[in-house]
């Protein structure tokens, strides 16, 4: 790690904890250390970045679940991959809903949509296969892990918690949620989804600014978030 990267103060990652409520608890046990570089690049980075003519993505596919703040799919453009880092496990139980009792965390539901090249279809009966890290950074083989079938309509829910951070190497990576998504015919999409406003998004090295959702808050405190994924 280069020891001229920005540096986040500690007040701007209290200040991200606070707006998602996961308080000191989380800052105390996302303290301890870590394995050096547990995310290496995969390099297998395939996306252009070239932004694709903006098609109307919800026309011909029907209007998503809720739409909170944001839209991943504005600019209608294949979703960009991401590292698919260490914690990968094949064959994760089949649930959309990985808060078990007593796991502790500020609540988040995700919803959006999987969509053909172009947005002119949905793509029923895919496969999105989710894992990531407790609210306290930490990953385990049986828990916050699980796939799901898209919907008839294209749509997908995920029922969880806003992941905490934890060290690579020096510094903190950003929350983040594990996907991949497979669908017949298509390539198979591996990528992270990342939060708007995390201190660590502007100095980690595997974010992709079109993986950053916005959050909206619930009146019961819980987050909402809305992510398209379209599928080269
Ligand atoms: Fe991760």
Redesign the pocket.
């Known amino acids: 790690m280069s020891s001229a990267r920005p540096r986040v103060s500690v007040e701007d990652r209290r200040r991200f904890l606070r707006a998602t409520s996961l308080g000191f608890a989380a800052i105390a046990l996302g303290c301890r250390g870590a394995p050096p570089n547990i ?1 290496a690049p995969s390099g297998n980075d395939t996306a252009t970045g070239a932004p694709k003519p903006t098609t109307g993505a919800s026309t011909s596919a029907g209007d998503p679940p809720e739409l909170v703040a944001g839209d991943a799919t504005a600019e209608c453009r294949d979703t960009d991959d991401n590292i698919e ?1 260490p ?1 990968f496990k094949p064959k994760s139980p089949l649930r959309a809903d990985l808060v078990e009792s007593g796991m502790k965390g500020v609540r988040l539901t995700l919803r959006g949509r999987v969509l053909g090249t172009g947005c002119g279809v949905v793509l029923a009966g895919a496969v999105v296969d989710f894992w ?2 407790d609210a306290a950074g930490a ?1 385990f083989d049986d828990k916050f892990r699980g796939h799901q079938i898209v919907q008839p309509d294209g749509t997908y829910e995920l029922h969880t918690v806003i992941p905490g951070h ?1 060290l690579n190497g020096e510094q903190y ?1 950003p929350a ?1 949620v ?1 996907v991949k998504v497979k669908a017949p015919g298509h390539p198979l999409l591996t990528t ?1 989804l990342y939060f708007d406003g995390d201190p660590y998004n502007s100095i980690d090295p595997f974010i992709k600014k079109s993986l950053i959702m916005p959050l909206a808050s619930a009146a019961d405190g819980a987050k909402k978030a809305r992510f398209d994924f379209v599928l080269a």
């Open positions: 995310e880092g914690y990531q890290a990953y934890y990576r983040h594990h992270q």
